[in-house]
């Protein structure tokens, strides 16, 4: 099983950041890919912004140009930096990672509130 410590949610004026941070219980190394999802209220859960173990990264159309995927491999931390946040932008974020010794899984963080006031 691989934990996620999730961190970096909070409370934002639109137009402001704030950058979430998420650390596997296993080296991000060993993982085959990690990523970011949101879920707002009354709605499905939805990919944000995607990284692969190459280093190849995805966005959302919705969040191109305003947020950024990376990773500290020296921290084992996986990031999602957030800048010029939107009011529709609220939802509870999700870290996720694929990983296995056999058979690839995905697992989940306990998720992060963010709220951006208009």
């Known amino acids: 099983q691989v934990q996620l410590a999730e961190s970096g949610g909070g409370l934002v004026q639109a137009g402001g950041s704030l950058r979430l941070s998420c650390v596997p219980s296993v080296s991000i190394f060993s993982c085959n890919a990690m990523g970011w999802y949101r879920q707002a209220p009354g709605k499905q859960r939805e990919m944000v912004a995607t990284?692969?173990?190459?280093?190849?990264?995805n966005y959302a159309d919705s969040v191109k140009g305003r947020f950024t995927i990376s990773r500290d491999n020296a921290k084992n931390t996986i990031y999602l930096q957030m800048n010029s946040l939107k009011p529709e932008d609220t939802a509870v974020y999700y870290c996720?990672?694929?990983?296995?010794?056999?058979?690839?899984?995905?697992?989940w963080g306990q998720g992060t509130q963010v709220t951006v006031s208009s």
């Open positions: 996720n990672v694929k990983w296995g010794t056999v058979v690839l899984s995905n697992y």
């Open positions: 990284l692969s173990h190459s280093g190849s990264t």
